[in-house]
């Protein structure tokens, strides 16, 4: 056999051309996912980076709903929401879950009192190995329609290094500039912080679509439904949302109702500011059930992001454009509090740095 013959000088440079151009598209395609070639695009990034602007850094901690614990149980599924969709979480029979409740803000040490909105995010694992992964809120609207505009909302709210607070006119500049704020305005001026996760009640927000065995698609929004019939007492401690939610687990599980809400033709699936009329169609899908909590530093839930774009065959997303965004500043945070493997909290490093005590 005869090697094959030297390359011409042409035809070396025509291959080392190519490699650079190869090269080249894969370093822009890189630069530009990341922002760096359109510095005014909104990306990720930007976004957790704002976020943390905000709060400060906490290594190791979300970068947003910092503050949490973690909670395991079940969903028992009565099947009702079954012709509406082929996700198997909604077969009748039970369903495990671990989630994490959170006090939204990127300041793991913050007073529970400080904000007047709770957090619950679920994680359903079914028998076939998929995942249900959902994030809600104690709040039955969102303030914004758009990732630029919550950017925005966070470029408002960063505190002024003068004074710690955020700046009221810059506030009142973005709301004025933002009337679709005006649903979660209204509901603010009445909201108070809660004394208890478990008497919460928690908004999915944005909507999704079921799909059902046949293909068809069904607009939808859920809630969970507290079925805690005492009120919490309130207290000093400015942790007192665990220590709550540790008591009344020990005495009995702790229930929510998961009520699924069918849109009408024309309701909004892109815009989490407006909520659907009363009147639509509610299908009472079953009851989560947690039956226990362990401290976020040591439980299952720190490893795990709620991304709710996680969804079983059955399950898809809308088109809000919110959930995309949600789910890349998820991942975007996650990787960040990951690769702080020293200061995760409840490692020995960590217990040692001055911001975990």
């Known amino acids: 056999m005869h090697a094959p013959p030297p390359l011409s000088g042409s035809r070396m440079f025509l291959r080392f051309a190519l490699i650079a151009v190869v090269l080249l598209v894969a370093v822009l395609a890189l630069g530009y996912v990341g922002g760096l070639l359109t510095p005014q695009r909104l990306t990720a990034q930007r976004l957790v980076n704002q976020l943390q602007a905000n709060a400060g850094v906490f290594p ?12 395991a149980g079940y969903f028992d599924s009565n099947g009702q929401a079954q012709p509406y969709s082929a996700a198997e979480v909604f077969a009748a029979g039970r369903t495990p879950v671990v989630g994490r409740f959170a006090v939204p803000g990127g300041n793991p040490y913050a007073p529970d009192s400080s904000v007047p909105i709770r957090s619950m995010a679920l994680r359903f694992t079914q028998a076939n190995g998929q995942q249900w992964r959902t994030g809600m809120n104690s709040m039955p609207v969102f303030p914004v329609a758009t990732p630029q505009a919550f950017f925005e909302q966070l470029q408002a709210q960063q505190p002024d290094p003068s004074t710690h607070k955020p700046n009221p006119a810059k506030l009142g500049a973005f709301f004025a500039a933002h009337p679709e704020t005006a649903a979660f305005l209204a509901w603010v001026k009445t909201a108070k912080p809660s004394a208890s996760y478990a008497t919460e009640s928690y908004w999915s ?5 079921f799909v059902d065995a046949n293909g068809e698609r069904h607009a939808v929004r859920w809630r969970m439904v507290s079925e805690a019939s005492d009120a919490a007492i309130g207290s ?12 009344r687990l ?7 109702r998961l009520i699924v809400t069918l849109a009408n033709p024309g309701d909004p699936t892109n815009d989490a500011t407006k909520a659907w009329p009363a009147d ?5 899908a079953g009851t989560l059930v947690l039956t226990s909590t362990e401290p976020q530093e040591s439980g299952e839930c720190r490893d795990i992001n709620y991304d709710p774009t996680v969804l079983p065959h059955g399950i898809e997303i809308s088109d809000d454009p919110l959930l995309p965004a949600r789910s890349a500043a998820y991942a975007t945070s996650y990787l960040r509090r990951t690769s702080e493997e020293a200061h995760l909290p409840g490692t020995a490093a960590a217990a040692n740095k001055p911001e975990a005590k």
């Not at 000093?236 to 008591?247: I, N, V």
């Open 236 to 247: 000093s401690d400015p942790d007192y949302l665990d220590a709550d939610l540790a008591q």
């Open 205 to 209: 927000l944005n909507a999704f679509e």
């Open 60 to 71: 190791g901690y979300r970068r947003n709903h910092a503050k949490g614990v973690c909670v």
């Open 280 to 284: 639509r169609r509610e299908i009472d």
């Open 250 to 256: 020990a005495q009995n599980p702790q229930r929510w």
